[in-house]
């Protein structure tokens, strides 16, 4: 039987336009999360996609595992980095189980995929250690590029999905204000928020500037005071204190 999710592995192969916001958002994140993490040991990751984010986060976790429920998404990715230490494992978020607690966790652009990301980010919340940190990375629909679409009168609705985001799988934009509200929901508190990826203009404008490498730094520099602007939301998760 064909699974539904090896569907998508065409998004991932690189060929899209949009490749050049994922692997600007890709590599910054886990920067982020890494800074944030110091003296962590173990990571839990939902989620294979590119492969870019596991290839980078191995280099600062001595345990590092993996959730993924495509078994062409997870081929795709040990022909793509065959000396990758991460342990994966095959199965729907949902369905995962383990003894073990992890000092981080990371939701990375996982939330807009899923039937009911509130019941995610509860179920997960057992196998968080009790001073874990959990990272939460989303699509933001109100982005300074959508808002001025909107004002123009080319985007009557921003949380429209694009042909893009179905072949990604995508069922949803979030917000700040609803991010925050799955959250809470979920029992959390939220220790940090941030923008990733201050994009003004549109991906083909971007490109056809031809930005500097130290251009496209200062955009990430310059989204993490601006979350309800910027390309991705970035939350750091903690339990509420006994």
């Known amino acids: ?6 569907t998508h592995v065409q998004a991932y192969e690189g060929s899209s336009i949009y490749e050049f916001d994922n692997q600007i958002q890709l590599q910054w994140y886990p920067e982020r999360v890494a800074q944030f993490s ?10 294979l996609g590119h492969g870019i984010t596991a290839n980078m986060f191995e280099k600062h976790f001595s345990r590092h595992v993996v959730i993924d429920a495509s078994r062409a998404v997870i081929d795709q990715f040990r022909s793509r980095f065959p000396d990758s230490r991460a342990e994966i494992v095959e199965a729907y978020f949902e369905n995962f189980s383990t003894e073990e607690r992890f000092d981080v966790i ?3 652009y996982i939330l ?3 039937d009911d990301p509130v019941r995610i980010l509860k179920h997960f919340r057992q196998f968080l250690a009790p001073e874990g940190r959990m990272f939460v990375t989303v699509p933001n629909a109100e982005v300074l590029n959508r808002r001025l679409g909107h004002l123009a009168g080319l985007l009557p609705d921003m949380q429209e999905l694009s042909d893009y985001d179905h ?5 949803r934009y979030y917000t700040v204000h609803t991010l925050t509200k799955d959250i809470l929901e979920a029992g959390y508190e939220i ?4 923008g990733i990826y201050l994009k003004p203009l549109t991906t083909r404008q971007m490109l056809s500037l031809n930005f500097d490498a130290n251009i496209i730094r200062a955009f990430c520099l310059a989204a993490i005071d601006y979350p309800e602007l910027s390309c991705g939301i970035l939350a750091e998760l903690t339990l509420p204190a006994a």
């Open 112 to 114: 807009e995929h899923v």
């Open 191 to 194: 220790k940090r928020m941030e």
């Open 1 to 6: 039987m064909t699974n539904i999710l090896d």
């Open 106 to 108: 990371v939701f990375g």
């Open 167 to 171: 072949l990604l799988g995508h069922k």
């Open 38 to 47: 110091d003296g962590a040991h173990s990571l839990l990751e939902l989620g």
